[in-house]
């Protein structure tokens, strides 16, 4: 599932200027569409105060706040910072039906969402760590 770059994101780059911006392993997930290995990520267990990001663009994306274990390999969260910040597009790829979630502003691949999560929004935002950077909330 290769992530075209359709010029409905404020953001555009040649996809040379993604490979040469992101590591082979966040081109691979963020501008092709692929995965990281379950429980391999940095984020997956972090649990510090602060802002996660779009690797790609810096866009603000989550808070902290709405992290939680999902137990699944990869960081959850139950929603994102505000609205419009994530767009949603069904992902009918490995014979499953899925809701991918790409960032608004560069259209980078940052994983899936579910409706199975635990808190009262019930979405559980499964998005891969090499899709993300994070700001510490030092206040």
């Known amino acids: 599932m ?6 409905i994101f404020p953001l ?12 082979p392993e966040q081109y691979h997930v963020m501008r092709k569409g692929g995965t990281e290995k379950p429980f391999s990520g940095k984020y997956n267990m972090h649990f510090i105060k602060g802002i996660y990001t779009c690797a790609g663009c810096k866009e603000k994306l989550f808070t902290s706040e709405a992290k939680f274990d999902g137990h699944c390999g990869w960081p959850s969260f139950d929603q994102a910072i505000e609205a419009g910040k994530i767009i949603e597009r069904t992902d009918n790829s ?11 502003k560069c259209g980078g691949h940052l994983g899936h969402v579910f409706d ?3 808190s009262k929004t019930r979405l559980r935002y499964c998005v891969n760590s090499v ?8 206040s």
């Open 116 to 118: 199975d999560g635990p």
């Open 12 to 23: 555009q780059k040649s996809q040379e200027e993604w490979e040469k911006q992101m590591s």
């Open 131 to 138: 899709s993300l950077d994070f700001e510490k909330n030092n």
């Open 94 to 104: 490995h014979a499953m039906i899925r809701t991918e979630i790409l960032c608004a």
């Open 2 to 7: 290769e992530n075209s770059n359709n010029n």
